[in-house]
């Protein structure tokens, strides 16, 4: 029984996330589907402490807004060029590292930001509306919530396992 724990709460977080998303989608983009969004803030959850968990939040509200300030720098010169693009996504993720040091901020969470944001760019959602940050919010937290109750569940197996 103790080896189940792991894949019935994973899959049991999962039909949650596929449920909440048939209700929660069309709020956002209609004919949407956005359990990708919680799986991939699901994954920034493994591997981090309690503190860097907490600065996923405001992470990917960063990413969104680096996302975005690539969009602009890419396309402020009027001239669909390559290198104006590439010198953008590198000025920009070179300034996204030099916030590594700031406690608050967790890179991951700011990747997963700026993931999330050229990936609703892909299904044609607009980057400016206020759809975009909120769904970023709203699927990034249930993904956090999917992967605090793993986490608790793993706790809670390895505990027992060791008694």
Do not use: H
């Given at each position: 029984?103790?080896?189940?724990?792991?894949p019935?709460?994973?899959?049991?977080?999962?039909?949650?996330?596929?449920?909440?998303?048939?209700?929660?989608?069309?709020?956002?983009?209609?004919?949407?589907?956005?359990?990708?969004?919680?799986?991939?803030?699901?994954?920034?959850?493994?591997?981090?402490?309690?503190?860097?968990?907490?600065?996923?939040?405001?992470?990917?509200?960063?990413?969104?807004?680096?996302?975005?300030?690539?969009?602009w720098?890419?396309?402020?010169?009027?001239?669909?060029?390559?290198?104006?693009?590439?010198?953008?996504a590198?000025?920009?993720?070179?300034?996204?590292?030099?916030?590594?040091?700031?406690?608050?901020?967790?890179?991951?969470?700011?990747?997963?930001?700026?993931?999330?944001?050229?990936?609703?760019?892909?299904?044609?959602?607009?980057?400016?509306?206020?759809?975009?940050p909120?769904l970023?919010?709203?699927?990034?937290?249930?993904?956090?919530?999917?992967?605090?109750?793993?986490?608790?569940?793993?706790?809670?197996?390895?505990?027992?396992?060791?008694?």
């Amino acid at each position: 029984m103790k080896k189940s724990i792991m894949p019935l709460t994973v899959g049991a977080l999962v039909a949650c996330l596929v449920l909440i998303d048939y209700y929660l989608a069309p709020v956002f983009y209609k004919g949407g589907n956005f359990v990708w969004v919680a799986f991939a803030s699901w994954t920034v959850f493994f591997g981090a402490k309690t503190k860097e968990r907490f600065a996923v939040i405001p992470s990917y509200i960063i990413g969104f807004l680096s996302a975005n300030l690539m969009i602009w720098l890419s396309g402020c010169l009027d001239i669909n060029n390559i290198m104006i693009s590439a010198g953008a996504a590198f000025l920009v993720n070179a300034l996204i590292m030099y916030l590594a040091d700031i406690k608050f901020l967790s890179i991951a969470g700011i990747f997963v930001g700026i993931f999330i944001t050229f990936s609703g760019a892909g299904v044609s959602m607009p980057m400016w509306s206020l759809n975009m940050p909120l769904l970023i919010l709203a699927y990034g937290v249930l993904g956090l919530t999917c992967g605090w109750v793993c986490s608790l569940m793993q706790e809670r197996y390895i505990n027992e396992k060791q008694v």
